[in-house]
């Protein structure tokens, strides 16, 4: 398995953006389609974007599109999610997510096989 740390969250108010970042170790990082999820308390675990191996497709939740852009460079073995517009009710622990697949960019969690530890994103009002 791929090992993942995520890091960037942090504490911005409605309406800013953060970027958070991936990085991948441990296996070849172009061999892995990559995503981002959420899970705010008492709620699932909720899809929020994915993207290609090469970087080419990517793929996004309706809540997110035109507002976060998923992007990976692999020679750095780095994933990043820019959030712009950031709402309150996004707040959130946001997981990267690592599936060996070299199709289109999966969107269920069940199919990604190495997670990271995630990261907290709290959005005030």
């Known amino acids: 398995q791929v090992q993942l740390v995520e890091s960037g969250g942090g504490l911005v108010q409605a309406g800013g953006s953060l970027r958070l970042s991936c990085v991948a170790s441990?296996?070849?990082?172009?061999?892995?389609?990559m995503g981002w999820f959420r899970q705010a308390p008492g709620k699932e675990r909720e899809f929020v974007a994915a993207?290609?191996?090469?970087?080419?497709?990517?793929v996004y939740a309706d809540s997110v599109k035109g507002r976060f852009t998923i992007s990976r460079d692999n020679a750095k073995n780095t994933v990043y999610l820019q959030m712009n517009s950031l709402k309150p009710e996004e707040t959130a622990v946001y997981y990267c997510?690592?599936?060996?697949?070299?199709?289109?960019?999966?969107?269920?969690?069940?199919?990604?096989?190495?997670w990271g530890q995630g990261t907290q994103v709290t959005v005030s009002s």
């Open positions: 997510a690592a599936d060996a697949w070299r199709g289109d960019p999966p969107v269920v969690a069940g199919d990604f096989g190495s």
């Open positions: 441990g296996r070849t990082f172009s061999n892995y389609a």
């Open positions: 993207v290609s191996w090469s970087g080419r497709n990517t």
